[in-house]
């Protein structure tokens, strides 16, 4: 079912009490408990297309070191912990399938699980940290300063030419045929527009014009939010960087649409923004 990640939140992620151990602790009793695994993998019922919470008795007396709170979402409370026993799948593989409140769940679960196991120490003296804030934050006991998760921005952008043509590009990473819009991390001291333009001229040697915000879209891997963008090429000459992307194409609506009947083209799993930004060219023919 996906979400709409420009309407409210569908669940209440309970700011007012996070620091309030005792009422945590209490929310802990009834609770439910998203485990997040190596990777950010989620377990699924059999269907695979449901994440599997399960009762807080299985995740143990609350630890608040351990069990951090993701919210309440009307008569349910959930919190979520590390567990690298899991075995499952990941939000890309599995997030299409899930209501709104729970994609969005398990989209803050993979945030906070992954930036607890890869950030435990402080920045600043590199002492171990505290989980503090039922899990929204960390304390350093040395220096007293709290820490928080980091996000990072990253753009990615439709670019058509004055064709209405798709710019689709492939990653060296990626299986053979797959395509998707083209994307990269904002440097310091760049705007997001500026961001734009640098990533599409490296990648592919195309200038750009009519730069335009869409829509945005949280991406835990392992802390990256994506701002969806759309442009228009001022030329239709390709120059692959041959090292990100290893080759890409102009694509009709037609020419598209024929490449993924065939299987020859893979797209973005519709999880992603990149899939809606797909979605939003092709809608428009």
Do not use: K
């Amino acid at each position: 079912m996906g979400t709409h990640w420009g309407e409210p939140a569908s669940y209440d992620r309970l700011d007012e009490v996070r620091r309030d151990a005792a009422a945590v602790a209490a929310l802990w009793q009834g609770a439910q408990v998203l485990p997040v695994g190596s990777r950010g993998v989620l377990p699924t019922r059999e269907s695979a297309t449901a994440v599997e919470f399960v009762t807080t008795p299985a995740g143990g007396p609350y630890d608040p070191q351990r069990h951090w709170l993701l919210g309440r979402d009307g008569d349910r409370v959930s919190f979520t912990m590390i567990d690298d026993e899991i075995d499952g799948v990941t939000i890309r593989e599995v997030g299409a399938h899930l209501a709104p409140v729970d994609l969005e769940l398990s989209t803050m679960a993979v945030a906070m699980a992954e930036w607890h196991r890869l950030e435990p120490h402080c920045p600043r003296c590199g002492g171990p940290s505290l989980v503090t804030a039922a899990g929204s934050a960390r304390t350093c006991p040395t220096c007293r300063r709290d820490l928080f998760p980091r996000t990072d921005p990253a753009v990615i952008v439709a670019v058509v030419d004055e064709s209405d043509r798709l710019l689709l590009g492939h990653q060296a990473s990626w299986p053979a045929g797959r395509f998707s819009v083209l994307a990269g991390f904002v440097e310091a001291g760049e705007s997001l527009e500026q961001a734009v333009h640098r990533e599409v001229l490296e990648e592919v040697g195309v200038r750009l014009h009519d730069v335009t915000y869409v829509a945005s879209q949280p991406w835990p891997f392992p802390r990256s939010i994506m701002l969806g963008f759309t442009a228009r090429a001022t030329g239709t000459e390709i120059r692959v960087d041959g090292t990100e992307i290893v080759e890409a194409r102009w694509f009709t609506r037609q020419e598209l649409r024929v490449g993924v009947a065939s299987g020859e083209v893979g797209l973005p799993t519709p999880a992603s923004i990149a899939s809606r930004l797909v979605a939003g060219w092709l809608n428009r023919g």
